[in-house]
């Protein structure tokens, strides 16, 4: 029995990539917190597209909210705005899994408690939800949602009575699993990133405000300077007094996504220390070394492959084409027409330029497979506009393991490398041939060869923080 | 510091009328549940036109929820109700208080709690809610809401280890004040009303399901058969096995609403054992006894007048007429225009019929006075229609105090009749004669001479359940 | 073959009347031309629901225009009347027919002609319309509504050269049949109605502004004075020097509608020099006098039959009641549920008062039959709720011919009184009896005993404009 | 006076480019006409984001039409098609100037005459609107819209009795200027282009229906194949029979815009028989050779800058690197935020990669200048962004004058071209070169070294068809 019967869809995300279930962003200190927050939500629209949400705290103390289905742009008219005054914001994207779209899952989370309003907003993914929930629910608490963000501010209003950031480290405590989150308790904010570091958050600075951040690229966009990362179990706490930073975890080795560089972050973004764009070039280069074919082009599958695209090209000197275009006119909202003549598919989004491919050795670089069932349609699409070779090459290893941490995967039965080998899938995506990038150029391509201080898990199945087994098979919950 | 920056709202109600917070209507084992909820919410469309809500449990276990604002037609199509199948429904309408409309506040309320969905809808007001909201917060409990609803929920989460109705009740016992309440508790529906029984409450059958409605008029819309009403103080309990009635609290005096009688329930409704038509029409023919006037013509205010006018007309022999023509094309979101032209006011619900009121004397009569600016302005529109004389007879005794049990009314400063003498009301509205009916008339109106059983506390002060003094001055919660 | 596939709608109005098809409205001089346009056409919202439109002109001698779906409250929005600036408006509210609702029908009707905006807005059909759209399109005229209004602008644009007034009336001499229409070009605002004047049009005066509308009622929402009527075949000009009157038809014999005062207009209302709620009880008086017979109570089909219902009271010594009560929440976009409980009809709007009912002789009164399928449902209903007899009166002859001036009615295979004898339709509906009011106690009540001045063709088929017979049958365009 | 206030709108275009005006789309025997349709208009969006339509004629001769703002996939909800049968389609996407939005202006226009419906839908611009309309006018038509497209539908229904085709022939023969237009008059679909072939027209087939499209990648998406385009001066009659082709009009040299191989046309598009990305890519190699520069990075203007870049890359050895990124979340409606924070602008499209810009010597590839506003932003990013130094160059001649054949352009008074030097430009824009293609270049590019068969009248001022003075400097109606 459950609240919310979209809790595990099962439609199949129709771009056939992990995505990141989640962005935030924070401001404290500035008269246009809630304009900045749009703002720096927009320039992280990629990290979710179903709802967007922002909680501001005005003067006189009183909490304003404002949560949505949709993109940022269409949810934040100046009016919307207007209504959530105060010098301090936090604000979420989430993204749309296929079924469970609801804006009661919506972010940030708002209660009262102890006569404060308390907001929250969370990437990431807790792994001992279910515990937790089930602990809280014997104990007399109720529950609206089937997010992790409800559970983080039930165990803020159980902690002992103490000190604000007592209470929420209390909570924090608690979890386990991967968190970057953000709390608006009085007139105090809170930015927290778990142990391991899974997720990306990052701090800068805008005149006197703070800013923080899932990515340092939304700092761009409102011309903010970015200051350093949040670290893998630090506490920041910016109240009126400035900054404070606390470190009330075990410490616990580094565990950062390493799907952020391959996907996840946007290409002008740097995360853990590394700019995206080089460091996906750089796969692109290591992966023409390691899986050198011969061929008249180089193309990408736009946009995410661009840029390890251009490092094959350049390592390997195959000219580089834009060989497939993409539309950028087809939203998440496009409705597919009827039945008989709904075999169209991909091509709504993707489209080849014949003269570039026409009689050539084409080399197309993405930077994952998922299901298989894109990059066949791709392989196919590609030899039918003329190409005598398609030669797919991957920029990252197989991934054979759903995510826990906070990211929307499959299940095993549906990610192809897990039960099928590379010539398997070479095979089933009709390609002449298929490469994907060794682990150890991953490693060395995101800046550490001694393969130490990344989360590896939806590559090799080796969870930094346990998993309970018969989740293992499970979606998580987002 | 609150959640809810429009938690007092002070725009008075343009159509100067208190007003029923909340309707309330249950089916229990039909396979249309969902559809016949929407048919009886609206049937008691007029108890509640903010929001509107239900919520259902399938036969799988899974609970479903659409709450929306708006009127009930406007908001249950067909799409909306095929995503509420099962065969038990509770469904909610709320009023429209001038600006705490938010539809965070709209019911049913549904949380997950002990692996059960459980819903609540309410129809009432609780004395003690800040006390209990208080010992709940501080014992861990978060709010999201300003609603009685979500403490009823929070009690039963705590309540010992039992049965569900044993929770149901141990929660009930910790409230004081007013409630009408439908309780869905995995496949149990639980519909109890408080020891003096201030808003209705009734049970029908419909071949064999049952339904709970908060007046018996609901069941006429569906052709289901009027039973019983719920009796003050008891729990009813519908279950798989049939219905059971349980007395758990401790006998107390009934004290039903009076209002209901005078203005809430619809006409064609029986409340408390007595049909609100024919109760109406005698305060009608009571006035015309206790408050004589020489007349040429006897008109009501429009709708909510009529049956009282009849009685007054047949009573007193003066002919009855429709002087005042009612639009119904009037809805809540009237916008009025511009400031230049905005003296127009209530001339956009009501219309005099000059030929009827020209040259004559006139007697209108209306329920009740709250604060007299619409009696103003209808006394003044039908003396400009070229009335002679205006006797204004109001069919209930002057509204005094506040009401804390579930209807909306404004505080003692604005209630006129709080702080002036009859004399200086007539003064006020420029009427050349008003008579109340006297609280004897309508205590007989309404079939009790002796005075015993009813609510009558916002024509005396004598409240019922003890009121917190601070809280006397205030607006209640809704 | 035609543009529009909704042009015959055959689904019949739910709720069985003939349908007024428009109201116009308009003011010259006033600064807020646009909102008191707006106020006016609320005022004539009976007239027409489906959609609602106002044209301006500014002072630049720039034409705004604006036309909705819906009612005029929801359509006129502070920013859309910011929208219609300039001190001239014309407006329109239009019948919603079951199926040809499209916003390309809505008026006001505007084009560019001359290099001037030119604005039409017609309540009333015109019978030749084919022939002249036949002609217009044989000249190279096109077509994008199937509105009379788009004909008037055709035959005004091809007017011979001259000053516009006498373009408007060479345009007007070419059609035949039933209109009150307005007129915007330039800065010249043009009241015309057909010689045999079937559609009320009233002229009154604001301050120093004129204004114009189908019903004086409309004069009251804005405090404007009611000067006088527009007569039969009258053209009123209003320019920026005042108003002037001209006569340019042959003289014809009037014949107002006279089911605007048995049911369209408003009980409020004087149109034709007779106030309609005194005309109404008047129909009810003679209709006692009539067909008596001895019975308990007498109550109206709420709300239209109220007058008329009153009068028969007073006329006969029966008591007056309100035996049925009417939801003033059905609004015209009710969707009625899933067909198994579908069999809820009328019971949506109209529901018995028992009490009143149980056990009587009720005579029933109510102002006309068209297919007879509601009043079958009503007797049923009030049989139902315990009444001993139950009498059928109605306040006009029997309707056994379609309208082709502007009313929305049937053909005559629909209308039940075609084809079947009083005595037929009294066992069709289940009454103990049945009577209407004779034509001659039609022609009293309205203040004609002559019999003079009146169109009466829905109940005498004496069509005083002619109707190519082939129309006869078929629903007239709207 | 005008009816379209926004007829000349001034505020410039944020994205500081030429825009296309129209796309059409036109299927002729197909069951899913609407859905092909549909799909093909999604394919042409990039020609046009404001409003979009189709017309189908369904079997029984009636004719369906659907218009509305914004983009195709939220227009055709599975609804919307299910409301458009038929086996006959013709549709138009609009390209949205920036304030002369209105539905009424949106195509296809469809009107009624001579007892058939007649739509249109238009790419291009008649330079003789202005008389023909006077014409029209004065003989006694009326405008309801600003476009060409109506003034095309008033000439065919003016045109002798005669043939379809003939009466079309007629209409185009009267007009001057540019178009690529489709009629569909009953079950006859005309497709026409003017005698210069301004702008773009294709035939394709799908099994045995025909289908039509202003560039035959919109074939691609439904899987048609591409069968020639139509030619200059030819007029296409698609029947129940087949095609016909004539050739009513005198001869007249081709005049194709060489600004659709520059920017309108989809890279994936083949134009004028030349592939569009190939054309692009040559630019951008002879602009390598023309305006070589000493440089470590070549990056494009993303998204239209690419295969210019990727050709200037590859010709002058310079590595190629996406050093802007482009954000696909702005759509057309993205609302700036207050003005105190509004300095951010082109930062929400386009955000550099510092890594790649740093210390480098950066050549910037793009395709056209229009006011300069926006170069001087990149300008300035990328140097922000710590580049040493800024060389932009840009795939076509200096843009000096504004089209009058279909394209949205500026004045002279705005584009930066018309009255500043190469070094004038580039001062303002701070770059430290900057270069044009040649004329030649161009030429050479598209593949007409001779330098006939365009029209260059953008770079030129050599308009192929007259302009009358006046309106050389105004804005072409759209």
């Not at 914001?89 to 009661?104: D, K, L, N, P």
């Not at 972050?265 to 692109?284: F, K």
């Not at 993405?366 to 506009?385: E, F, H, L, P, Y």
């Not at 150890?440 to 800046?447: I, P």
């Amino acid at each position: 029995m459950n609240l919310d019967p979209d809790l595990f869809p099962d439609a199949p995300d129709d771009d056939d990539h992990f995505h990141d279930e989640c962005g935030v962003f924070a401001v404290y200190g500035h008269p246009e917190a809630a304009n900045l927050t749009y703002l720096g939500l927009h320039a992280l629209q990629h990290r979710g597209q179903e709802s967007a949400g922002i909680a501001t705290l005005d003067g006189a103390g009183k909490m304003h909210l404002h949560r949505q289905m949709g993109l940022v742009q269409d949810i934040f008219s100046p009016p919307v705005i207007a209504g959530l005054p105060g010098n301090i914001a936090i604000g979420h994207v989430r993204y749309s899994t296929a079924g469970a779209s609801h804006v009661r899952n919506a972010q940030p989370f708002a209660v009262e408690h102890g006569g404060l309003g308390v907001a929250c907003a969370h990437n990431g993914n807790l792994t001992n939800v279910e515990q937790l929930k089930a602990a809280l629910d014997a104990a007399g608490s109720i529950f609206q949602t089937s997010t992790d963000t409800e559970v983080f501010l039930h165990l803020y209003a159980r902690a002992p009575a103490g000190p604000i950031v007592d209470r929420v480290v209390h909570a924090l405590r608690q979890t386990r699993g991967a968190y970057s989150v953000l709390f608006l308790v009085g007139d105090t904010l809170i930015a927290a990133r778990d142990p391991h570091g899974f997720r990306p958050l990052s701090l800068g600075i805008l005149n006197r405000a703070h800013v923080v951040a899932s990515e340092p690229t939304a700092f761009d966009l409102i011309a903010a300077e970015f200051v350093r990362d949040v670290e893998p179990g630090e506490v920041l706490v910016i109240g009126p007094d400035g900054v404070r930073s606390l470190r009330p975890f075990d410490p616990a080795p580094s565990r950062f996504c390493v799907f952020e560089h391959v996907y996840f972050a946007r290409p002008d973004s740097t995360v853990n220390g590394r700019a995206v764009y080089v460091a996906r070039r750089r796969m692109g280069e290591i992966l023409a070394a390691q899986s050198p074919i011969e061929a008249d082009v180089v193309i990408p599958v736009p946009d995410s492959g661009v840029p390890a695209a251009i490092g094959y090209a350049n390592a390997s000197g195959i000219p580089f084409e834009m060989g497939l275009i993409r539309s950028h006119y087809v939203g998440r909202t496009f409705i597919e027409p009827a039945q008989s003549i709904r075999h169209f598919g991909v091509r709504l989004k993707l489209n080849p330029v014949r003269q570039v491919l026409q009689g050539r050795r084409v080399v197309v670089v993405d930077d994952s497979i998922v299901r298989g069932t894109t990059a066949r349609k791709i392989v196919k699409m590609i030899r039918d506009a003329g190409a005598r070779e398609v030669h797919l090459r991957i920029s990252s290893p197989p991934t054979r393991w759903p995510c826990f941490y906070g990211i929307d995967t499959p299940t095993r039965r549906e990610l192809i490398a897990a039960s099928h080998s590379v010539d398997e899938i070479s095979r089933y995506i009709t390609a002449d041939s298929l490469s994907y990038l060794s682990q150890d150029g991953l490693r060395e391509a995101v800046g550490y060869p001694g393969g130490d201080g990344f989360c590896e898990a939806c590559f090799t199945g080796d969870y930094p923080v346990e998993i309970i087994p018969a989740e293992r098979l499970a979606m998580p919950r987002g």
